[in-house]
């Protein structure tokens, strides 16, 4: 409908990973709805945090690389991943990169405890847990 906006993910080649709007455009991330995509507006702003800006294509190159960096270490369509971060240009990044690297992201806060975390790790039966090796923000 009108003003309806979801993200239409397509992996390289046919396959694709949700479809909320039918196109012919493989390899892209779509903004549906806002009329944004990585090929035709890669030079304008897309993430801005801590003071530091990433354009739609920086976004693009970050994600792809990611992706391609979980797929090496077997993560593939049905593969669950925990993302285990505060709101960050990189949350932003793992997150589309799993879903292009066909898996389901498993949502966990940033400030569960650990035995919080076992028990999603194990209810959600997460196959890799991705975090951030820095100080808190």
């Given at each position: ?9 397509r ?50 190159k ?76």
């Amino acid at each position: 409908g009108q003003g309806r906006v979801g993200i239409a993910l397509r992996a390289v080649g046919d396959r694709r990973l949700d479809d909320h709007r039918a196109d012919d455009r493989a390899g892209e991330i779509v903004v549906v709805g806002a009329g944004v995509s990585l090929r035709d507006d890669a030079d304008r702003p897309a993430v801005v945090f801590a003071g530091l800006e990433y354009s739609y294509g920086d976004i693009g190159k970050l994600v792809s690389r990611a992706a391609a960096g979980l797929q090496a270490r077997g993560i593939k369509k049905g593969s669950k991943v925990g993302l285990f971060m505060p709101n960050s240009g990189y949350c932003v990044v793992m997150y589309y990169a799993i879903l292009c690297a066909g898996a389901t992201v498993v949502n966990y806060n940033p400030i569960y405890t650990e035995a919080d975390l076992v028990k999603q790790v194990e209810d959600s039966e997460t196959d890799m847990l991705v975090t951030l090796d820095a100080p808190p923000l």
